[in-house]
T-cell receptor, first 109, second 111 residues
Framework: EDKVVQSPLSLVVHEGDTVTLNCSYE??????LLWYKQEKKAPTFLFMLTSSGIEKKSGRLSSILDKKELFSILNITATQTGDSAVYLCAEYNNNDMRFGAGTRLTVKP | NAGVTQTPKFRILKIGQSMTLQCTQD?????MYWYRQDPGMGLKLIYYSVGAGITDKGEVPNGYNVSRSTTEDFPLRLELAAPSQTSVYFCASSRPRNIQYFGAGTRLSVL
């Protein structure tokens, strides 16, 4: 069965710290890997990665995919309290999307 | 900008009752999905649809049914609700093999 594993499960940091969230996957027919941020309600889209080694950036967030080693990382620099959320990673294969359990990030002032 | 709209936002059911969770999207997306999210867990796919008239099972379909008579609507039916179905339910839609957009969720408790 396809698996998506995220680590760590939870993380507490202080404002200004840099964090790295990990996502590994074991899937057949891999098409893309997506990162979502989930605060109180619906997940909101952050990145979609389909090619190995190409970093995607959006402000203080960036992500990269390694298709050979089957993992992706999400980096957040200069964290702020507003970054506190659950970060979900999901792999997309054909019509199906499988989610990891998420990393709960807490950023303290 | 409506996007994906789910109703109701909250519901409490008694064991054995039935209900339908509504989902509608106005983005003309072919693909629609239903997920459930249990506390501290990721999303599990219940059912999905690649177009009107076509539905398929996901990881956890037991106890649920869906229909897709139009592009816009993808209702999820619970028959004979059980406590194990207490969860938050999310509907999503996308273009083929593309970013999924999520509704705000329905929080369901079965007591």
């Amino acid at each position: 069965e396809d698996k998506v594993v995220q680590s760590p499960l939870s993380l507490v940091v202080h404002e200004g710290d840099t964090v790295t969230l990990n996502c590994s996957y074991e899937v057949t027919n891999f098409r893309s890997l997506l990162w979502y941020k989930q605060e109180k309600k619906a997940p909101t889209f952050l990145f979609m990665l389909t090619s190995s080694g190409i970093e995607k950036k959006s402000g203080r967030l960036s992500s990269i995919l390694d298709k050979k080693e089957l993992f992706s990382i999400l980096n957040i620099t200069a964290t702020q309290t507003g970054d506190s959320a659950v970060y979900l990673c999901a792999e997309y294969n054909n019509n199906d999307m499988r989610f990891g359990a998420g990393t709960r990030l807490t950023v303290k002032p | 900008n409506a996007g994906v709209t789910q109703t109701p936002k909250f519901r409490i059911l008694k064991i054995g009752q039935s209900m339908t969770l509504q989902c509608t999207q106005d983005m003309n997306h072919n693909y629609m999905y239903w997920y459930r999210q249990d506390p501290g867990m990721g999303l599990k796919l219940i059912y999905y649809s690649v177009g009107a008239g076509i539905t398929d099972k996901g990881e956890v379909p037991n106890g649920y049914n869906v229909s897709r008579s139009t592009t816009e609507d993808f209702p999820l039916r619970l028959e004979l609700a059980a406590p194990s179905q207490t969860s938050v339910y999310f509907c999503a839609s996308s273009r083929p093999r593309n970013i999924q957009y999520f509704g705000a969720g329905t929080r369901l408790s079965v007591l």
